[in-house]
């Protein structure tokens, strides 16, 4: 098999890239509306209650309306997957792989039109939907092969004693709950569901209420790729309907989550819990959110701090687990980096995705718009609003991107995830103080570091307690393969998706050992 190598990302600069991409938005368009079943056993079913999901750009748009499951189908669901477990799991790694390969192929194929529903249900530019969809190939791809490379592992793990043959087997657990976020509605949810796929598991996916018909959309693919019923249970649904009572079931044996800290220790406290008839502890798998920091010292180069800045805080909105919601920034150069970022920002363009040339899409729902405009609010106490501050009118969920200097290490501003376009400022004495205050946080998911000097680069490397530090460069737009993902603390349980130790995760070792 030739080596995993990351999609590479389309250049919208190409007039023909462009063109294709424009091709594929008109033609998912023309089914916006579209009903998308629930999926049980290969069963597709349609349920009297719909959830609708709408376009954020324009609120008035219904993208499509989803089925959406009760406990009843959720019961079913698991039951289904259950079903499917006894033979899937004895499948072969290689035969799991193929399925992955196949649908890699696929998507690749219609990469534009899956970026497309992207733009539309999620509020992403056309760079920020063509990444989503590169990541989701990419797990899929990367993951394939680390299937095959999990029995090479564990034959090569063992010492060998003289008269016995001794045999370690990655088994699958069996059957998992995955609940997904809407914010990388495909690469998120296909790396979850798949990785644990891919080690012989079976799954009920529970996508995020406002993303369910890329959900759709990707089963469909799934099933076009010769996926065995039952062995993926697609279950859109409410989080706090269905989600406790899969979470809860004697069935479930693990949960893989990726969400915010409040649902995900949530879903801690239930999965610990027994209920009668389960024979296991439950496996926890839990990536939540972040407050993440990038850090400027005196001798960087603020060209490329602010363009870094700019890029992590401002692109999706802010919407990514690991923007950059806080910029530490040593006081010799304080001054000069804010007014690079202020005048940076005040460029970026606002609205409705569909104009290629919007940076800062919408947020994704009314109720996270009301929840940012609570922090514009109190913007103004908490420090200096610099740019943006406001919402903006318009057809859909628009925030300005909003830059707050001065404010101090305590403040709400700078502790809580906002989940928005809002970026905060905090002047350090020096690197030690600046360090402090990037650690200054409940979350430890990514920071950045801009320094010119080895020796503040050691520093951070020791002190800055983040799953994935970075460089002199942005603190977003992990690579799978070559960044693996996953942060401390309250960010979460450190899976680090997309990287060599993932897929153990959802596995259990077997030790055979037979005297010869
Ligand atoms: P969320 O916690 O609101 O929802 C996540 C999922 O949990 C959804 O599918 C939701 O329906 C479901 N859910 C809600 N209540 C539930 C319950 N009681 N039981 C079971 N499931 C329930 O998060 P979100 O708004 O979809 O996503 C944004 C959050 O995700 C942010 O905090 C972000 O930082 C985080 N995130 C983290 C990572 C990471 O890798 N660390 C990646 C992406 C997003």
């Not at 063509?130 to 299937?147: G, V």
Request: charged share 20%.
């Amino acid at each position: 098999m030739i080596p995993y190598r990351p999609e590479p990302l389309t250049d919208f600069r190409s007039a023909d890239a462009a063109a294709a991409f424009d091709t594929a938005l008109a033609a998912v368009e023309r089914q916006l509306g579209v009903e998308t079943p629930l999926v049980i056993g290969g069963r597709r079913i349609m349920t009297e209650r719909r959830l609708r999901s709408i376009n954020p750009s324009a609120r008035d748009e219904t993208v499509g309306l989803s089925a959406q499951a009760d406990a009843a189908l959720a019961e079913q669901a698991l039951l289904a997957a259950n079903r499917a477990y006894a033979d899937w799991s004895r499948r072969t790694p290689q035969f799991r792989a193929d399925l992955l390969l196949k649908a890699a192929a696929l998507l690749r194929r219609r990469k534009h039109e899956f970026s497309a529903w992207l733009l539309l249900e999620a509020g992403k530019s056309r760079g920020e939907a063509d990444a989503d969809t590169a990541e989701a190939i990419d797990f899929l791809e990367y993951y394939a092969r680390q299937a095959l490379q999990l029995e090479l592992r564990a034959a090569a793990e063992l010492v060998a004693l003289p008269g016995e043959n001794n045999r370690l087997s990655y088994l699958p657990l069996g059957v998992g709950v995955i609940i997904a976020p809407w914010n990388f509605p495909l690469a998120i949810l296909v790396g979850m569901s798949m990785a644990a796929v891919v080690a012989g598991n079976t799954v009920v996916v529970k996508p995020a209420s406002a993303t369910p018909i890329i959900a759709a959309k990707w089963q469909e693919l799934l099933e076009e790729a010769g996926l065995p019923d039952g062995v993926v249970q697609l279950l859109p649904g409410s989080g706090s309907e269905i989600g406790d009572y899969l979470v809860t079931h004697p069935l479930t044996r693990f949960v893989s989550f990726t969400g915010s800290r409040d649902v995900g220790v949530h879903i801690a406290g239930l999965a610990a819990q027994l209920t009668p008839g389960q024979k296991w502890l439950k496996r926890y798998v839990a990536e939540m959110g972040g407050k993440d920091g990038i850090v400027v010292n005196a001798d960087a180069d603020l060209e490329l701090a602010a363009a870094g800045i700019v890029a992590s805080a401002f692109g999706y909105s802010g919407q990514k687990c690991s923007a950059c919601s806080r910029a530490i920034v040593h006081e010799a150069v304080y001054d000069e980096l804010l007014e690079r970022c202020t005048a940076l920002t005040a460029k970026l363009t606002v609205g409705d995705v569909r104009d290629p040339h919007v940076y800062t899409g919408p947020v994704i729902d009314e109720s996270s718009q009301r929840k940012i405009a609570g922090y514009l609010a109190l913007a103004p106490q908490e420090g200096r609003v610099v740019a943006g501050g406001q919402l903006l009118e318009g057809t859909g969920f628009f925030v300005q991107p909003t830059l707050v200097a001065d404010v101090a290490p305590d403040a709400r501003l700078m502790q809580e995830e906002i989940f928005g376009p809002v970026l905060a400022f905090a002047k350090a004495r020096d690197w030690t103080e600046a360090l402090r205050i990037a650690n200054d946080t409940d979350y430890g998911l990514t920071g950045s570091v801009y320094t010119r000097s080895r020796a503040a680069v050691e520093a951070a490397i020791r002190e800055f307690h983040v799953g994935n530090l970075y460089i002199n460069r942005k603190c977003t737009g992990a690579v799978v393969g070559a960044h693996p993902f996953g942060g401390f603390n309250m960010s979460g349980t450190d899976s680090k998706a997309g990287g060599p130790d993932y897929l153990q995760l959802f596995t259990q070792l077997k030790l055979v050992s037979e005297l010869l």
